[in-house]
């Protein structure tokens, strides 16, 4: 018997990627580029427990076990690890996996779900990268963003040409210390499950959009070349227009779909007129945003603007009376936004009245690692591949910055999250 444990962050794109060439090997018709959000504050976190003893293999999501043989990508997934490695040849696994964050409400939560799960299993069956890139084709398989997962920083997926997909990898583009002072804010505007899944979006778009091929033939391949020298350069105006623009683009895409898909709403349009707005009163582009296939906003902001960009969110976006404490995972970060308060201009440049309860609730973040082996002390199965966790706990409404003990033994402790309601392999078993 072997076990081992692990962390995946998510990664959320400035340059996105949506459709694909292929879909059983989840191969884009563009390349893509993201940065990997620190596992402080969004992570999925996975056991792997492999045994001679196991009859079948087994999941568990956030304590419910899922029937695993209705669950093609996760299949995938095994099939490839175990065609490259006779290690633990005949044994099963039992994988137990949770997240700490909305799952299928554009937070790139099959991205965390995926790598963590490859990840586990190629450090369990002894695999290594054959060439730069190899192991993220694994993840790849089982959601296509989730091969930017496994590095941390700024990371890219080059699309490829292959028919087979082995060019189609993921490429670190500079390590998570390369721009420390790049920080964000993540508005959750919903964490409820979008109505059209990106499977099922992307495949539409691809159909129907004209202007989907259009963006990846003529558009994406020059923002790639400018988006990763902006961020070589930490030229932040750069990187945030690019960003801001490339979002625009792909929600606009899906707009040209037909019938049109709508992940953005009105909290969401508001946002990005907030953001316009709040750069018009700072006389220079201070906050970018980007919108993954869902209402949720992504701020991109530098360090020493972060709490005046977080105090114009504050008394724009307020939360409702009572929930205040909650409201931002970082306390010491909601304090100091108070202290600063917003910019002098902005009232006269987004003269809405201030929209009460309209966002749930706010990450501070910032760039972070890739996955990552965690020690045994913060295993979610016991040494018998069982499950630590047995029921779901509700979602709590303190600080997302504080401990969450996930059931009574007091090895399973994981810091800095909330538990949502499904994990995101469990959309996936869903949907298939």
Request: aromatic share 6%; net charge neutral; proline share 6%.
């Amino acid at each position: 018997m072997a076990q081992v444990t692990v962390a995946s962050p998510t990664n959320i794109a400035v340059i996105k990627y949506w459709g694909k060439r292929d879909s059983k090997l989840n191969l884009p018709i563009n390349s893509s580029v993201s940065i990997t959000i620190n596992q402080a504050d969004l992570r999925t976190v996975t056991t792997v427990t492999a045994s001679k003893d196991f009859p079948t293999d087994r999941l568990w999501l956030n304590g419910e076990e899922e029937d695993i043989e209705k669950n093609k990508r996760v299949q995938k997934v095994f099939a490839m690890v175990r065609g490259r490695s006779s290690k633990w040849a005949g044994m099963k696994v039992h994988v137990v996996s949770i997240n700490n964050f909305p799952t299928a409400a554009g937070l790139a939560s099959s991205a965390a779900g995926y790598a963590a799960l490859s990840f586990a299993l190629a450090k369990l069956y002894d695999l290594e990268d054959a060439y730069p890139g190899d192991l993220s084709t694994i993840a790849r398989v089982g959601s296509g963003s989730a091969c930017r997962s496994l590095a941390g920083g700024f990371v890219a997926w080059d699309m490829g040409d292959k028919a087979d997909g082995t060019d189609s990898c993921a490429r670190q583009v500079a390590p998570a210390n390369h721009w420390p002072e790049l920080q964000v804010l993540i508005l959750v505007v919903s964490d409820k499950k979008k109505a059209v899944s990106s499977t099922a979006g992307m495949q539409t778009a691809v159909d129907t959009s004209p202007l989907l091929a259009h963006r990846a033939a003529k558009v994406v391949p020059a923002r790639m070349v400018e988006m990763e020298a902006a961020y070589h350069k930490k030229d932040f105006a750069a990187f945030a227009q690019l960003a801001m623009q490339d979002s625009n683009q792909f929600h606009s895409t899906c707009l040209d779909t037909y019938p049109p898909i709508f992940y953005l709403n009105d909290v969401s349009r508001a946002v990005i007129q907030f953001v316009h707005a709040f750069n018009t009163a700072c006389g220079e582009v201070r906050l970018g945003y980007t919108f993954d296939a869902g209402p949720n906003a992504v701020l991109l902001v530098l360090k020493q603007h972060a709490p005046q960009a977080l105090a114009a969110v504050l008394a724009h976006f307020p939360p409702e009376r009572g929930a205040e404490a909650g409201y931002v995972n970082r306390p010491a970060m909601r304090q100091a936004a108070l202290a600063v308060g917003p910019p002098a201009g902005l009232a006269a440049a987004f003269p809405l009245e201030p929209q009460v309860g309209v966002i749930k609730y706010v990450y501070h973040t910032d760039v972070g690692p890739g996955a990552t082996i965690l020690d045994s002390s913060e295993a979610l199965a016991d040494s018998a591949g069982m499950p630590l966790m047995t029921a779901p706990p509700p979602r709590p409404a303190a600080s997302l910055s504080g401990a969450l003990e996930l059931c009574s033994s007091s090895r399973l402790q994981l810091a800095a999250g909330v538990l949502a309601a499904a994990a995101v392999l469990a959309v996936a078993a869903r949907k298939k």
